[in-house]
């Protein structure tokens, strides 16, 4: 469907009114359909940043939840097996016979 002279001419006044009045939103109106959506951002492999930060806070939570599982238990004593009375070797010699 195509435009008359007079209707294209009308739709400029709008435009060029509406880019006096708003500038802001005639920007984003002429970025509107465009493949650019992040504006002038040029650097393609920015995922590969977010990747890699990504992939560092895992290797830190694991290491966190590595040491918080590996560390003793605050008031526990170590499993020793208590000493005898008599420094002798349970089982051994003591009326058995």
């Known amino acids: 469907m195509s435009l008359r ?4 001419r009308i739709l400029a006044e709008i435009e060029n009114a509406l880019a006096k009045d ?3 939103l005639d920007d984003h109106l002429r970025c509107f359909g465009t ?3 992040w504006g002038d951002d040029d650097r393609p492999g920015r995922w590969v940043v977010w990747l890699l930060l990504g ?5 830190l939570c694991a290491m966190v939840a590595g040491l918080y599982f590996s560390a003793p238990v605050q008031g526990t004593e170590p499993a020793v097996p208590p000493a005898s009375p008599g420094g002798a070797e349970p089982g051994v010699g003591v009326g058995s016979g």
Do not use: I, T
């Open 22 to 24: 708003d500038p802001d």
């Open 55 to 59: 992939v560092a806070a895992l290797v």
């Open 35 to 37: 493949d650019d959506a």
């Open 5 to 8: 002279e007079n209707e294209r």
